[in-house]
């Protein structure tokens, strides 16, 4: 079921409640999500790991959108820059893509870390672990994570 969320807990760190969260998959409802994470708690540390190359731009198309509908429901603080060239008024998976990059580039400002080309080996929700293989700055690996979203 895409965006369920296996585990929940809180780590003090400082007096201020800190969760990792793990979110697998970028889409538009992800990004949305780890934006919505950190408004309510900007100490959250958030990773997200998809195996596309570039955020936004998957070789499965996104669903197409209406660019100006969308824009109107979110946060203007959680995207930048979307070309002019991008068609704002009629459905097209170029605007999904292109909104899908502009917010995942203002999550990235706001501290999150994007595991591009990774692949999750396995998931072991009882010591809430993630063990994945990628081809960024690390290469391989075990997170632990407080809460997972999975959006693939």
């Known amino acids: 079921m895409p965006g369920f969320r296996t585990r929940y807990c809180f780590i003090p760190c400082l007096g201020v409640d800190s969760l990792n969260i793990s979110i697998l998959g970028v889409n538009c409802d992800s990004i949305c999500l780890a934006h919505s994470i950190l408004d309510e708690n900007p100490l959250a540390r ?8 570039e955020a ?7 669903k197409p959108l209406v660019l100006n509908d969308l824009l109107e429901t979110i946060s203007s603080d959680w995207y930048g820059t ?3 060239s991008i068609d704002r008024e ?6 999904s893509s292109w909104l899908v990059k502009a917010l995942s580039i203002r999550l990235a400002e706001r ?5 591009l080309h990774t692949h999750i080996l396995e998931i072991d929700e009882d010591l809430q672990e993630i063990h994945f293989r990628g081809g960024g700055s ?3 690996g075990v997170h632990s994570y407080d809460e997972l979203y999975d959006f693939r």
């Open 46 to 53: 958030i990773t997200i790991y998809t195996e596309d190359a």
């Open 56 to 62: 936004g731009f998957s070789e499965d198309p996104p």
């Open 82 to 84: 979307i070309p002019k």
């Open 90 to 95: 009629y459905q097209s998976s170029v605007s």
């Open 111 to 115: 501290g999150a870390n994007f595991l």
């Open 138 to 140: 690390i290469s391989s």
